[in-house]
Nanobody
Framework: QVQLVESGGGLVQAGGSLRLSCAAS????????MGWFRQAPGKEREFVAA????????SYADSVKARFTISRDNAKSTVYLQMNSLKPEDTAIYYC????????????????????WGQGTQVTVSS
């Protein structure tokens, strides 16, 4: 079973940047897609970004496109989320997700795409 540990969250002013990291262990990291989700207070969890097993394919929610970048380092079994031009509405707990397949598919549900989750890291953007 894969273990996922997020880090890098914190408090930042609007317009600022943060870089989240997610270290994975427990299975062959580079066989699977990885993703990031977030959940704001009082809202449902939502998809943020996903990356294929080799980093060759990425997918983003419209709300973060052109501001966030997902990447991975398979040698370090780590996936990253670079977040730029942060807005107060980006405030949420951010969760790393381990994929069930080598690629993320928009036609699959979240649970069909991802089978493991980290504990989350808080990101707070002040106005």
């Amino acid at each position: 079973q894969v273990q996922l540990v997020e880090s890098g969250g914190g408090l930042v002013q609007a317009g600022g940047s943060l870089r989240l990291s997610c270290a994975a262990s427990g299975r062959t990291f580079d066989n699977y897609a990885m993703g990031w989700f977030r959940q704001a207070p009082g809202k449902e969890r939502e998809f943020v970004a996903a990356i294929s097993w080799n980093g060759g394919s990425t997918s983003y929610a419209d709300s973060v496109k052109a501001r966030f970048t997902i990447s991975r380092d398979n040698a370090k079994s780590t996936v990253y989320l670079q977040m730029n031009s942060l807005k107060p509405e980006d405030t949420a707990i951010y969760y790393c997700a381990g994929g069930r397949h080598p690629y993320y598919s928009r036609t699959y549900s979240d649970t069909e795409n991802f089978g493991s989750w980290g504990q989350g890291t808080q990101v707070t953007v002040s106005s």
